[in-house]
């Protein structure tokens, strides 16, 4: 059998949809062929379709989820991803585990590199952080850690998406002002992905958004001036009084500059990534 260049886990998702859309030999498997808590599904998918790299975007990413159940966070996000690790470093794959802002505390008031100190907050957060751990912990050259924040793309539950059905439903919308952090579309993130693992450039971690950053309340303001809706209010609100279960950075403004440099351009700036997203929402 062939080899493929790229096999996409959680291909079902908003960013594995991206990676598929992008073209080239890129597969992607769901949870049901590639359950990831399972070593010996493992090696069966990765003997079957011998990919140069495996882009991971498999995980359990319900925040509040996670934390209800953080065992189960834990099997999925961080066991599952060591087992795949393991994998893949036993096969010789190239390997690049997408991660989050959210392990980080939010305390800093500048943005965060790569080596700045995780201390995540919630299940979900630790979770991924083990992740990442077990992934750095085979020091291979081809293994990737990209942590990313505020993803949004074409299909599925977003942010984008909530503040338009909201918005356009009549509802009153007040959105939360107290956290920043830096959007990232879908189809520019799968893209870089690719470029990193084209790029030869040494494993290890990288952070990877669209340029600029904003808080939630801007990112809905700019949301509906890009679809006509600029009249419509957005009140104000802060994090605590959404009274969610797991606790959120207040500040996860993520440095990209190492992934810039590594692939030679930086992403576009978020308020592009809002007008191409809602044309492809409006082409679907």
């Known amino acids: 059998m062939s080899k493929t260049s790229f096999l996409v886990t959680g291909a079902g998702g908003q960013l594995g949809r991206a990676l598929l859309a992008a073209g080239g030999d890129i597969v992607g498997v769901g949870h049901g062929e590639l359950p990831v808590e399972d070593r010996a599904a493992i ?16 995980a359990w990413t319900d925040v509040d989820g996670c934390e209800a159940d953080p065992a189960r966070a834990e099997l999925v996000n961080a066991t599952g991803t060591a087992n795949l ?15 989050t802002d959210f392990v980080f505390d939010g305390r800093a008031t500048t943005p965060y590199v790569e080596d700045a100190a995780p201390a995540p907050l919630s299940a979900y957060g630790r979770s991924k952080w083990h992740g990442e751990q077990a992934l750095l912990a085979h020091g291979r050259a081809d293994f990737y850690v990209v942590r990313t924040s505020w993803v949004f793309g074409p299909g599925g539950k ?40 084209a790029s030869g450039t040494a494993g290890g971690v990288y952070h990877a958004a669209n340029k600029g950053d ?53 992403l576009p700036d978020y308020r592009s990534a809002i007008e191409r997203y809602l044309q492809a929402e409006q082409n679907t």
């Open 214 to 266: 904003c808080t939630w309340h801007e990112f809905a303001v700019a949301i509906l001036a890009a679809a006509g809706l600029g009249d419509i209010p957005v009140g104000t609100m802060t994090a605590a009084a959404l009274a969610r279960p797991a606790a959120r950075p207040a500040y996860s403004v993520l440095d990209t500059g190492k992934l810039d440099r590594a692939i030679g351009r930086c």
């Open 85 to 99: 690790a393991a994998a893949c470093a036993a096969r010789d794959i190239g390997l690049v585990y997408v991660s």
């Open 43 to 58: 090696d069966a998918c990765l003997d079957r379709h011998r990919p140069r790299f495996v882009l991971h975007c498999g």
């Open 158 to 197: 977003n942010f984008p998406k909530a503040i338009l059905n909201r918005a356009r439903s009549g509802q009153p919308l007040a959105v939360v002002t107290d956290q920043r952090g830096r959007p990232t579309y879908t189809p520019d993130l799968a893209q870089a992905l690719l470029d990193l693992c």
